[in-house]
């Protein structure tokens, strides 16, 4: 079983950055791919970005390609998202998702552990 819990959300001004992380207990992450999505209210949940097991494939929707980077540390079973240059359209709760598989994925029925989630909120 694996518990995932996202930090790092909050109210931040349009152009600014916030660094999202998520921290894994109960089995290492270093087999899982990971990926991020996000929901805003009366929106379906959608992709942000993910990341394989070993790092070194990242895949990033277009709405935050170039403005988002996700990256991990295997060590010590954490994922990250560094956002800059937020938009109030970035406005939702981020959620940290993890697969049973190394391969990255952009669809959330593809992930089989989830956090709670962490709001992130971007003000014009």
């Known amino acids: 079983q694996v518990q995932l819990v996202e930090s790092g959300g909050g109210l931040v001004q349009a152009g600014g950055s916030l660094r999202l992380s998520c921290a894994a207990s109960?089995?290492?992450?270093?087999?899982?791919?990971m990926g991020w999505f996000r929901q805003a209210p009366g929106k379906a949940r959608e992709f942000v970005a993910s990341?394989?097991?070993?790092?070194?494939?990242?895949y990033y929707a277009d709405s935050v390609k170039g403005r988002f980077t996700i990256s991990r540390d295997n060590a010590k079973s954490t994922v990250s998202l560094q956002m800059s240059s937020l938009k109030p359209d970035d406005t939702a709760v981020y959620y940290c998702?993890?697969?049973?598989?190394?391969?990255?994925?952009?669809?959330?029925?593809?992930?089989?552990?989830w956090g709670q989630g962490t709001q992130v909120t971007v003000s014009s």
């Open positions: 998702a993890a697969r049973i598989v190394g391969l990255a994925a952009t669809s959330p029925s593809s992930y089989f552990y």
């Open positions: 109960g089995r290492t992450l270093s087999n899982h791919a």
């Open positions: 990341i394989n097991w070993s790092g070194d494939t990242t």
